[in-house]
C-alpha cells in the first residue's frame, strides 16, 4: 500500500518550453528606383505592423515594417499624430508641427519629417511611387549640417544658433515638404485636365440632345467635380492656415531647432559638467529660442506655401469654371424643357377647344337621338343640311374661342 500510495500521489514537473529569440525586424533596402528594380513583396505583417520607407539626408532608403509604439518611440510623436495617418483621416489634409518632427497628410501621401529623416507611410502605392522618385532625384547629396564655430569651442553667442546652417537653400524638412506639394499639386492637375477633357463634350452633347444618357453622364460628371473641388479645397484650407499662423510656420523649422539644440548642448556642456542638468536647460532654452524669433525668419516658408497656394488656387479656379459652364449648361437645357413644357400646354388648350366645339355639335345630334315625336322628321332630305349647319357652328364655337385665347395671349402666335 506505502508504494501505491507513494505512486498515487506523485507529481511530475512541467518541462518549461523556451521560445527561441525573436530575429529583429528584416529591413529591405532600394538602391534603384521603384519602377525599375521590382520589388520582392514582404512578408505577411504580424500584428500592428506597417510597412514604411526611410529617407536620410544622402538619399537612401531602406523598407522597414514598424509597429506603432516604434513609430512612436523613433519619431517622438503621439499617437493621435498616427491616427491622422490611418485610414479614417485617407481623404483630409494636415501638416502638424511637433517638437523634432512634422507629420504630412496630403492626400496620398503620408510621412513624418524629421530634421534627419523621412518616414514614408505606404510607399508601394502606384500613387505614392512619383513622390519616392522625386525623393531619390531631388534630395541633396549632402552630409549634416555643422554648426558654426564648432562643438566645443565656448561660444556665448547662442541666439546665432539659427545661423549655423552651412549655406543651404531650404532646410531639409522644407525640401521635402516642398516635394510632396510638387507631387500634390501635380496629381490635382492632372485630375483636372482629364476631367475638363471629358466634361465638354459631355455638356454639349447634353445641350444638343436631352436624353437619359446625357443626363446620366452629367450627373456622374457632376459627382466626380464635387469630390476633387473637394479635395483641393481641403489642401489649399490646411496652406492658408499655415500662412495665417507665423508661430505654426516657426514650430515647422525642425533642423533650426534641432541646431539650436546642439549649440546649446554644446555651449551648457562646456560650462555644465552634469549631463543631466544639460538636457533640463537644453530643452528650456530651445524653447525660448525658438519662440523669440521673429517673423522674417519664416520668410522662406511663407513664400514655399504661397507658391504652391497660388497652384491650388488656380486649379481651384478651373474646378469652378467647369462647374460655371454645368450650371449655365443645366440653364440652357432647362430653358429647352420649359418651352417644350409651354408648347404641350397650348397644344393641350387647342385640342380641349377642339373637344369643346365638337361636344357641342354631339349634344345637338344626342338631342335628335331621343325617341320624341318632332315635326323634323317628317322633313325629306334634312339630315344633311341639319349636320351641315351643326358642323358649322361647332368650327364658329372653336375659331371664336380660339380667337379669345390668343387675345388673352394664352397661346402663341
Not at 387 to 406: D, E, N, Q, R
Request: proline share 5%; net charge neutral.
Amino acid at each position: 500500500m506505502g508504494k501505491k500510495s507513494k505512486s498515487f500521489f506523485s507529481f511530475r514537473r512541467r518541462s518549461k518550453k523556451l521560445q527561441p529569440p525573436q530575429p529583429p525586424p528584416s529591413t529591405l533596402e532600394i538602391t534603384g528606383s521603384p519602377s525599375e528594380n521590382p520589388l520582392v513583396k514582404p512578408k505577411k505583417k504580424t500584428g500592428g505592423a506597417k510597412l514604411w520607407m526611410r529617407f536620410d539626408r544622402s538619399g537612401k532608403s531602406e523598407l522597414v515594417e514598424w509597429e506603432k509604439n516604434t513609430i512612436i518611440r523613433h519619431a517622438a510623436i503621439p499617437a493621435r499624430d498616427l491616427r491622422i495617418l490611418g485610414p479614417v483621416f485617407s481623404h483630409s489634409s494636415n501638416i502638424l508641427a511637433r517638437e523634432k518632427a512634422m507629420v504630412v497628410n496630403l492626400e496620398f501621401i503620408k510621412a513624418i519629417v524629421t530634421a534627419e529623416e523621412v518616414l514614408l507611410l505606404d510607399p508601394l502605392r502606384q500613387e505614392v511611387l512619383p513622390f519616392v522618385e522625386q525623393l531619390r532625384q531631388q534630395l541633396p547629396q549632402k552630409t549634416q549640417p555643422k554648426l558654426l564655430g564648432g562643438g566645443g569651442g565656448g561660444d556665448d553667442n547662442v541666439p546665432e544658433a539659427a545661423e549655423g546652417l552651412q549655406s543651404e537653400p531650404l532646410p531639409f524638412e522644407f525640401q521635402v515638404l516642398e516635394i510632396a506639394l510638387e507631387v500634390v499639386c501635380t496629381y490635382l492637375d492632372s485630375d483636372v485636365a482629364d476631367l475638363e477633357r471629358g466634361a465638354y463634350p459631355v455638356l454639349d452633347e447634353l445641350a444638343r440632345n436631352v436624353s437619359t444618357k446625357n443626363l446620366e453622364h452629367v450627373r456622374s460628371l457632376k459627382s466626380n467635380l464635387t469630390r476633387l473641388l473637394a479635395r483641393v479645397q481641403k489642401v489649399r484650407d490646411e496652406i492658408e492656415h499655415l500662412l495665417d499662423d507665423n508661430e505654426d510656420m516657426a514650430q515647422l523649422y525642425l533642423t533650426r531647432k534641432w541646431l539650436q539644440n546642439q549649440q546649446a548642448e554644446a555651449h551648457l556642456a562646456a560650462t555644465t559638467p552634469n549631463l543631466s542638468i544639460v538636457r533640463r536647460l537644453n530643452s528650456t532654452r530651445s524653447g525660448s529660442l525658438v519662440t523669440s524669433n521673429d517673423d522674417n525668419d519664416v520668410e522662406d516658408l511663407e513664400m514655399l506655401l504661397e507658391a504652391y497656394f497660388m497652384q491650388l488656387d488656380g486649379t481651384r479656379n478651373k474646378i469652378l469654371s467647369v462647374r460655371e459652364y454645368i450650371d449655365d449648361t443645366e440653364d440652357y437645357v432647362n430653358i429647352q424643357l420649359d418651352n417644350h413644357r409651354n408648347e404641350l400646354i397650348q397644344l393641350q388648350l387647342t385640342l380641349t377647344i377642339a373637344s369643346f366645339a365638337i361636344a357641342v355639335e354631339t349634344l345637338i345630334a344626342g338631342a335628335f337621338g331621343m325617341n320624341i315625336p318632332c315635326t323634323l322628321y317628317k322633313i325629306n332630305g334634312i339630315f344633311w343640311p341639319a349636320v351641315g349647319i351643326m358642323t358649322a357652328v361647332s368650327i364658329v364655337i372653336f375659331v371664336l374661342v380660339l380667337a379669345y385665347a390668343k387675345w388673352k395671349k394664352l397661346l402663341g402666335s
